[in-house]
Each structure stands twice: as C-alpha cells, then as structure tokens.
C-alpha cells in the first residue's frame, strides 16, 4: 500500500515514519510513504502557497490551486484523497479497516487558517482525528497512516494482535498482564495462571464486556444500533 503526504513541512511527517512499526513496515515493503513539500507548487517567484481570506479575518488560507497541483502530481487512477480538518468526519477503527483495503492513499494536511474552501471538490472525503484543532493535518495525516498501516496483512507479524484488540469487535480490549504475578499488592487474577483456556476467554470476554459498559457505553449503544 502507498501513502503520499501533502505538507507545508514535511520534515515533521517524515520523522515518525522512521521509527517502529512504520519504519519496518516500509522496510519490508508492506508500505511505502511519500512525503512532498507542497511550496514546490507554489506560485510565482517566492513560491506563494497561501493568501489573505477573501471578507476579511485572521490568518492565512492555502490556495486551491496549490493542493490541486500537489494531487495532481501524485494521483493514479486508485487514489483515494484525503483532506485533514476538523470539520471532517471522526476518524476511528472503522475508517481505518476501510482504507486499508485500498492500495493507495492521498493526505492532505492543511495549516495556518485552514484550506480554501474549494479543496474539498478536490478530495474523496475528510477526515478528523478529534474535536480539538491542531496546527496542522502533519499530526493527523501520521495517525491515520499508523492506524491504517498496521492492518496491512504482513506489517504486524501475529495477525492475532489485531483480531483481539481494541475496537475490533466493537469492544474495548481486555485487561493483560505479564510478570511479575504481584507488584505492591497488586496480583493478576488466578484465572489467567489457571492454564484453563476456556475459562481464560471467558474471562476475558467478560471483562471486555464489563470494561466497555463502564469506559465507552457509546459503543454498546452504536453496536445495538446496527442494522
Ligand atoms: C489551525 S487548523 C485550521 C482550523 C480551521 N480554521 C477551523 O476552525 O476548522 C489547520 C489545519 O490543521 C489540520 N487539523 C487541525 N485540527 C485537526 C483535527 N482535529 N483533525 C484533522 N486535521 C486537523 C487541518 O488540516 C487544518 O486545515
């Protein structure tokens, strides 16, 4: 799968897709990033990516023509586009599974005051990671390529570790631990020593179950909203 990143600073996306996952995922080739300075279309002599709103106001607006350019130079035939804003739909673990069947995607991350309004004629959909607002979409681009990136099949090497994690059946995940057995006073259920698998992922449905109704009753409800 491919991601092409539009930015007005690219060292900042470029940063994280050298560590961890997303650097061994690309690595072995599951993934490929690319990363493109977006003042490489600027316009005229200094390269201008941005202007004064048209009625007034503060701060800066990206010009369409610049985003244009930058999709242009980019975009194949399967290209999804991708505008980050907080005016965007709310990214989650269904966005996720859903692009990451695709084979290739468009970020585009806005600053300043946000993107000429005509960008999103532009862009098959928008997207937002939150309502708060941020400086940029370089954040948000990063966390929709991690969260896609890794249910591509191959870049986690058990593909059980995605199967049971959280979201994945509508569900919060459940409580793990690992050594030691009691850490100031703290001890890990007996159920989980037991070596009952059948009473461990009965447990372990119980507790997702449990720790969903009291954490994120809201995804009880959207699950029993389904049609
Ligand atoms: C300062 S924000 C612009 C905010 C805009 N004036 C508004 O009120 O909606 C600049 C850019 O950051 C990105 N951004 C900020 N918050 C975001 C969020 N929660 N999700 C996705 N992108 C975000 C978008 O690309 C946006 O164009």
Not at 63 to 80: H, L, P
């Amino acid at each position: 799968m491919r991601f092409d990143v539009l930015t007005l600073h690219p060292g900042l996306v470029a940063g994280p897709l050298e560590h961890s996952i997303l650097r061994r995922a690309q690595d072995a080739g599951y993934i490929t990033v690319g990363v493109h300075d977006l003042r490489e279309h600027g316009v005229g002599r200094y390269r201008q990516v941005d202007d004064a709103p048209y009625g007034g106001g503060a701060g800066m607006v990206l010009k369409v023509d610049v985003i244009d350019q930058g999709i242009e130079a980019v975009r194949r035939e399967d290209s999804r586009v991708i505008l980050m804003s907080p005016a965007g739909a709310r990214f989650d673990q269904g966005h996720a599974r859903r692009l990451a069947c695709g084979s290739h995607l468009i970020l585009v991350c806005g600053h300043y005051e946000g993107v000429d309004a005509r960008v999103e004629s532009l862009v098959d959909e928008q997207l937002s990671i939150g309502d708060y607002v941020l400086t940029g979409g370089e954040l948000p681009a990063l966390v929709v390529i991690e969260a896609v990136a890794r249910l591509v099949p191959g870049v986690l090497g058990n593909s059980d570790s995605f199967q049971d994690e959280s979201f994945a059946e509508g569900l919060l995940e459940y409580p793990q631990y690992t050594r030691p057995r009691s850490y100031r006073g703290l001890d890990v259920p007996d159920v989980l020593l037991s070596g009952n698998h059948a009473a461990i992922d009965a447990w372990r449905d119980e507790q997702a179950l449990a720790r969903t109704r009291e954490r994120r009753p809201d995804l009880l409800e959207a699950s029993t909203e389904d049609p």
